[in-house]
């Protein structure tokens, strides 16, 4: 069964920070483009951040730049999302998903999704 679980989500005070993975089975991440969505209550989803199959390339949503840094390692099989400096306005589910196209503006053509972590920065 092809699958991503993301995990790492949780209660955090503004300022902290969480650390977020992707993990997956059933298939390899290697040659896929792998993105973190997220989408908060009443909102629609949006594009946090993407990185290239290779890892060389990264992008990140203007809200995030600066305090979230995104990462894979192909030989854990797995992709993390490190976030600082939280505010409460980052509060949402945030997904992982694997796909097909990297640009400078986002991932594109996502195959796979996971189910999501919910993420909740409050004092």
């Known amino acids: 069964q092809l699958q991503l679980v993301e995990s790492g989500g949780g209660l955090v005070q503004p300022g902290g920070s969480l650390r977020l993975s992707c993990a997956a089975s059933?298939?390899?991440?290697?040659?896929?483009?792998i993105g973190w969505f997220r989408q908060a209550p009443g909102k629609e989803r949006e594009g946090v951040s993407c990185i290239s199959s290779s890892g060389g390339s990264t992008n990140y949503a203007d809200s995030v730049k600066g305090r979230f840094t995104i990462s894979r390692d192909n030989a854990k099989n797995a992709v993390y999302l490190q976030m600082n400096s939280l505010k409460p306005e980052d509060t949402a589910v945030y997904y992982c998903?694997?796909?097909?196209?990297?640009?400078?503006?986002?991932?594109?053509?996502?195959?796979?999704w996971g189910k999501g972590t919910l993420v909740t920065v409050s004092s």
């Open positions: 998903a694997a796909g097909s196209v990297y640009s400078q503006y986002g991932c594109g053509g996502m195959n796979y």
């Open positions: 059933g298939f390899t991440l290697d040659y896929y483009v």
